[in-house]
């Protein structure tokens, strides 16, 4: 079975700060990674994903991350926040062969202080 | 990008009562997923509902407490059944089209339960 571990529940920064957000996994199979955001009272969206290649992935808004496949991990980061990325940040993963299904770590809630 | 919708956004209900949630796709996809929030805590998967096949249900959930319906390929619905506290949640449903190739889903904007 697999695992997600976020290992921050709750992350305050100031704006203009860099951040990240960690994850860890554990799974016995190869997995695809994912990182969802939630914004307040909003539904899940992706953020950016791997699934195979370069082992830094990029979002449109500025958002990293970095595939490490002997630490297990996927943190998030962001050089610089705005206030505008107060939300959840959720990572998640799923087999590569087999079922679908999507898990998620427990969330990471990001405050953005002026 | 598959847009989601979700009916009702949230609801307040007694313990004992059932309350059905429906989820319609502006587009048709193969595999419907209904997940859970609990109050402060990550998304778990309840089911998987396929079009033309039964859901298949994860470790902890039952069919008698939460049946599923997929009657076509865009529309899909999640009931909880006897309703007590512990159901409060957040209840999404997510959908993914394998055939894509991008491996992403998409989720509803949620049902906000709570009971009393």
């Known amino acids: 079975a697999q695992s997600v571990t976020q290992l921050d529940s709750q992350v305050p920064v100031f704006e203009e700060a860099p951040v990240e957000l960690r994850c860890n996994y554990s799974?016995?199979?190869?997995?695809?990674l994912f990182w969802y955001v939630q914004y307040p009272n909003q539904g899940l969206q992706l953020l950016l994903k791997y699934l195979s290649g370069s082992t830094l992935v990029e979002s449109i808004n500025g958002f990293e991350a970095e595939f490490n496949k002997s630490q297990t991990s996927f943190h998030l980061r962001k050089p610089s926040v705005h206030i505008s990325d107060t939300a959840e940040y959720f990572c998640a993963v799923r087999i590569i062969q087999g079922a679908q299904k999507l898990v998620f770590g427990q969330g990471t809630r990001l405050t953005i202080n002026p | 990008s598959a847009v989601i919708s979700q009916k009702p956004s949230r609801d307040i209900c007694q313990r004992g009562t059932s309350l059905t949630i429906q989820c319609q796709v502006d587009s048709q996809v193969t595999m419907m997923f209904w997940y859970r929030q609990q109050p402060g805590q990550s998304l778990t998967l309840i089911a998987t509902a396929n079009q033309g096949s039964e859901a298949t249900y994860e470790s902890g959930f039952v069919i008698d407490k939460f049946p599923i319906s997929r009657p076509n390929l865009t529309f899909s619905t999640l009931t909880v059944s006897n309703m007590s506290p512990e159901d409060s949640s957040i209840y999404l449903c997510?959908?993914?089209?394998?055939?894509?190739?991008?491996?992403?889903?998409?989720f509803g904007p949620g049902t906000r339960l709570t009971v009393t």
């Open positions: 997510s959908v993914e089209e394998p055939t894509s190739g991008s491996y992403e889903q998409y």
């Open positions: 799974s016995s199979v190869s997995v695809y």
